[in-house]
């Protein structure tokens, strides 16, 4: 049985041909930022689908995070931590100290009294602040007004990875596919 080596320049060429792809559709995501028009006629996907959908994906990004990443009683129990407990404490040393010679009149109790009144304010106050707080609309407006590049860029820095795995995998399909091409040549 006579093998032609000159076939296998398929598996290679459909490699190429894949990393090309993925790697274009991958581009195409973010790029061009505007639409091109030749002619007075916009050319078919331009802008990319992230410009494009601009203000959706700012309006997905935010319903995520506000919804489901970072909420009011995510915050409110942040607040209840004793981490953050020990440094409101820690200010309210460090306020008192600012009062002068009058820091000498607040005694202990005092303090442990003020910073017991402080802290169930805080626990009864906080959740009507922090519904005022909304995380949502504030995160949909920042992805709003970041310009298309910075948008790209944070984008690219969490996903980075993932994209390139998205285009290897694209070379190695390209690959299998040229050698099943092999096979209905032969």
């Given at each position: 049985?006579?093998?032609?080596?000159?076939?296998?320049i398929?598996?290679?060429?459909?490699?190429?041909?894949?990393?090309?792809?993925?790697y274009?559709?991958?581009?195409?995501?973010?790029?061009p930022?505007k639409?091109?028009?030749?002619?007075g006629?916009?050319?078919?996907?331009?802008?990319?689908?992230?410009?494009?959908?601009h203000?959706?994906?700012?309006?997905?990004i935010?319903?995520t995070?506000?919804?489901h990443?970072?909420?009011?009683?995510?915050?409110?129990?942040?607040?209840?931590?004793?981490n953050?407990?020990?440094k409101?404490?820690?200010s309210l040393?460090?306020?008192?100290?600012?009062?002068?010679?009058l820091?000498a009149?607040?005694?202990d109790?005092?303090k442990?009294?003020?910073?017991t009144?402080?802290?169930e304010?805080?626990?009864r106050?906080?959740?009507?602040?922090?519904?005022?707080?909304?995380?949502?609309?504030?995160?949909?407006?920042k992805?709003?007004?970041?310009s298309?590049?910075?948008?790209?860029?944070?984008?690219?820095?969490?996903?980075?990875?993932?994209?390139?795995?998205?285009?290897?995998f694209g070379?190695?399909?390209?690959?299998?596919?040229?050698?099943?091409?092999?096979?209905?040549?032969?």
């Open positions: 049985m006579n093998f032609d080596y000159y076939l296998l398929f598996p290679f060429i459909g490699a190429i041909i894949g990393l090309f792809t993925n274009m559709a991958i581009k195409m995501l973010f790029r930022f639409p091109i028009k030749i002619l006629m916009r050319l078919p996907f331009t802008p990319g689908v992230i410009p494009k959908q203000s959706q994906l700012a309006e997905k935010g319903e995070v506000g919804n990443l970072l909420t009011g009683d995510d915050l409110h129990e942040l607040f209840k931590s004793d953050v407990r020990k409101i404490l820690a040393d460090g306020m008192y100290q600012e009062f002068g010679m820091a009149f607040i005694t109790e005092i442990e009294m003020i910073a009144k402080f802290i304010m805080l626990d106050e906080l959740p009507s602040i922090l519904e005022e707080l909304d995380i949502k609309t504030i995160v949909t407006q992805v709003k007004d970041f298309l590049e910075k948008l790209e860029k944070i984008i690219l820095e969490v996903a980075r990875t993932q994209l390139a795995y998205i285009t290897y070379g190695i399909l390209g690959f299998v596919i040229g050698l099943v091409q092999i096979f209905f040549i032969r």
